[in-house]
């Protein structure tokens, strides 16, 4: 799996309340462009968020699932994103100092994503969680500014 993380200067729960509103899902991931539904009982196990990615018109709907979680420490998610397959995430949160220090691990699991070399697909989920994670600390930090 890739692995990035960055600080957040938000607390753990904080940053987890960000998480936990999967209405907000499309803000902080990316490739997600809107939500259609969220189960009541979102991020527990076994519960999903239904969301579109593309650009419009061009806009195919999926969904990810949550297969386990440790609020507020860690989220692990089964994320959905036909046609190029699925991925698994981990999403872990620690208190640092006043904030927060978040990671975030993927890799591709199933579908022609999965079939990509590591050695290729590596530096492109690399690259798309480093803006996740920059996408998150601004709506957690902007927030607690509220």
Do not use: C, F
Not at 49 to 60: C, K, L, M, Y
């Amino acid at each position: 799996m890739t692995l990035n993380e960055t600080r957040i200067q938000a607390t753990p729960e904080q940053v987890w309340d960000v998480l936990a509103d999967g209405w907000l899902y499309p803000l902080w991931v990316v490739g997600a462009t809107r939500m259609r539904a969220v189960d009541d009982a979102w991020p527990q196990a076994g519960t999903r968020i239904h969301h579109s990615a593309g650009v419009w018109p061009a806009v195919i709907d999926d969904e990810t699932v949550s297969s386990a979680m440790d609020a507020p420490h860690r989220l692990e998610l089964r994320a959905k994103g036909w046609p190029m397959g699925e991925a698994d995430v981990v999403i872990e949160v620690e208190a640092s100092g006043t904030g927060s220090l978040v990671r975030i691990s993927e890799d591709a699991v199933s579908g022609p994503g999965a079939l990509v070399p590591y050695v290729l697909r590596a530096p492109l989920l690399k690259w798309r969680n480093t803006e996740t994670l920059r996408r998150l600390k601004y709506v957690a930090e902007g927030r607690t500014r509220s």
